[in-house]
């Protein structure tokens, strides 16, 4: 899928493929200067957008693949933050705790059960308290089989539904995390900081924070939060930062928890359209 960037030499705006690492090296196809681009967003963030954007498209069969996706790399994103904060409050360096994670995690990313399995114990341990919507029903596993390997066709409101559910649960799991969610973001921000210095001297460097249905565009002209009101904003999200090799800070918090039954529909009809547009490459600044 491609996504619209700017040139920070020439100010070229063009589109270019979505990599899965969300480091770009690329070349201006107008003034062929060199620069890398870096975008800023979870796997968890950006399979739930692509799974909007099939939704809004008319693709409800194709959107479930993608919110479930999302909602799997969601329980990973919980159970990285929550035993790198555990590491951080023993002392260890985040590059000890990110080595040792890494060697478990190999141990469960190819069974999503074993994965399911480690996310229950990590879940009570951190909370105090059972997963209770870990349950087949909880997690709309029945609905997400009869589609994915069924091949059942869903009607939209019943994929509406099936997203509305997993965006609260993984809602839910982004308010409890809290501040922990930055252990996993640094883990990113670790791996952009080591792609940074290996670009060759004079190669600039742009950081772009994109909008998505778990992320609010997050400043305004004035400087004040966006509330999620109905006004429309000229700037729909953060300007792109260019660099030469130091890394900007991020953006945090960059979750902001809706927890009521609604929320899905709400951050459809704020962010739909903007996310939706994003994959085609059409938004622009
Ligand atoms: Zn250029």
Redesign the pocket.
């Known amino acids: 899928m491609n996504i619209p960037t700017t ?1 920070p ?4 705006a063009f589109q270019t493929e979505y990599l899965d690492s969300g480091i770009h090296e690329l070349t ?1 196809p ?4 060199r620069f890398a681009l870096f975008i800023r967003k979870h796997r968890f963030e950006t399979l739930f957008d692509l799974g909007t954007r099939a939704l809004l498209d008319g693709y409800a069969r194709e959107a479930v693949v993608n919110f479930a996706a999302a909602l799997e790399r969601c329980l990973e994103f919980y159970l990285r933050s929550a035993l790198l904060e555990r590491f951080a409050a023993q002392g260890h360096t985040l590059e000890d705790a990110a080595g040792e994670l890494e060697a478990t995690w190999k141990l469960l990313v190819s069974q999503s059960e074993r994965q399911l399995g480690a996310f229950a114990a990590v879940y009570l341990a951190r909370e105090g308290r059972a997963p209770d919507f870990l349950t087949p029903q909880g997690l709309g596993a029945e609905f997400r089989n009869r589609v994915i390997h069924r091949g059942y066709l869903p009607r939209e409101q019943e994929v509406q539904d099936y997203a509305a559910g997993l965006f609260a649960l993984m809602n839910r799991l982004l308010g409890d995390l809290g501040d922990a969610a930055l252990q996993a973001t640094l883990t990113q921000e670790r791996e952009y900081a080591a792609a940074l210095a290996r670009l060759d001297e004079g190669v600039p460097a742009v950081f772009e924070e994109h909008p998505g249905m778990f992320r609010t565009p997050r400043i305004v002209s004035d400087g004040s939060e966006s509330d999620g009101s109905e006004s429309e904003q000229d700037t729909p999200w953060p300007a792109p930062v260019t660099v030469s090799h130091q890394l900007p800070a991020p953006a945090l918090p960059n979750t902001r928890p809706l927890n009521d039954a609604a929320a899905f529909q709400t951050a459809l009809r704020e962010r739909g359209t903007l996310v939706s547009e994003l994959f085609r490459g059409k938004a622009g600044r």
Do not use: E, I, V
């Open positions: 040139c030499r020439c100010q070229h201006c107008a003034c062929q200067g």
